[in-house]
């Protein structure tokens, strides 16, 4: 993927400031990788956006949200952030690049309980293929996250405690189409409360989404408008690819209400 660090106003004046941005990203099978194996839209935009505004993330801490294949992480790496933890809802499970899982699977007893939810296999093992070939370590860290693991009850695979941020929390929390199903939306929610919640109270979260095709963005949206801790804002964008269709996106921005009341809790 190629990426401009120019803005529309910059191009459209004839700046000079245009720094060429090329990032390459390995694919993985739906069987191993399954959505966090491919590069969606939403991401390819949010990587741009970035570039343009890259105050946001330069001598930043950051972390992004379902990484995929990891491209919006390794942008922010590029662009300068001081630490970037790349994180999935996956397995520490090593991928061959044959279409093949490289070391044994999970207990049965753990598959059980995740396949239902898509587990990716292989996305971590991706992740880090991917930052390794961009040169994005070791600026770039990539963990396994669940986000089930921050709902009341904690039903995801891990103790959330297992987690450990840098210090002061995150200076920014970024993602990309992260509203796929309805049962995510809350868990996601809880997630961003938790690490806004935790960090400094200028922190917010950054969320590209598609703007169609989305059946859980409708859910989502309410749940935020319901939630009294948390304020945010919706701006429509669009990512313009000459090699296809306008693609509608929603550029969702998230703070606490009170500026992370919860930190250091």
């Known amino acids: 993927f190629g990426f401009s660090t120019a803005s529309s106003a910059d191009a459209a004046g004839g700046g ?3 720094r060429p941005i090329q990032i390459c990203v390995r694919e993985i099978p739906f069987s191993t990788g399954k959505l966090a194996g491919t590069t969606w839209f939403a991401g390819v935009a949010l990587a741009q956006y970035l570039a343009v505004h890259s105050d946001m993330v330069k001598n930043k801490s950051v ?7 990891g491209l919006v992480g390794i942008m922010a790496a590029k662009l300068g952030a001081r630490k970037v933890f790349l994180t999935d809802f996956g397995a520490d499970f090593g991928y061959d690049g044959d279409g093949d899982s490289a070391t044994a699977p999970p207990p049965a007893e753990r598959q059980a309980g995740d396949m239902s939810r898509l587990l990716p296999l292989s996305a971590l093992e991706n992740i880090r293929f991917n930052a390794n070939m961009n040169g994005a370590r070791p600026v770039a860290r990539v963990e396994h996250l669940d986000w089930n ?11 959330a405690s297992a987690f450990s941020p840098p210090p002061g929390g ?10 796929y199903d309805e049962d995510a939306a809350a868990p996601l929610i809880a997630t961003l409360k938790h690490f806004l919640g935790r960090s400094g109270p ?11 095709d989305r059946k859980a963005l409708p859910l989502f949206l309410e749940m935020l408008r319901n939630d009294d801790a ?17 693609k509608e996106l929603l550029m969702v921005t998230v703070t606490m209400r009170n500026g992370g009341e919860e930190r250091g809790i």
Not at 202 to 208: D, H, I, S
């Open 16 to 18: 000079g400031g245009d």
């Open 63 to 69: 972390l992004e949200l379902g990484s995929g294949v």
């Open 149 to 159: 693991d921050f709902t009341v009850g904690g039903q995801g695979t891990d103790d």
């Open 170 to 179: 995150f200076d920014l929390v970024v993602g990309s189409d992260l509203v």
């Open 202 to 212: 200028m922190v917010r979260a950054v969320l590209m989404l598609p703007g169609r």
């Open 230 to 246: 948390i304020e945010f804002d919706v701006e429509e964008m669009a990512l313009v690819d000459r090699r296809a269709p306008e």
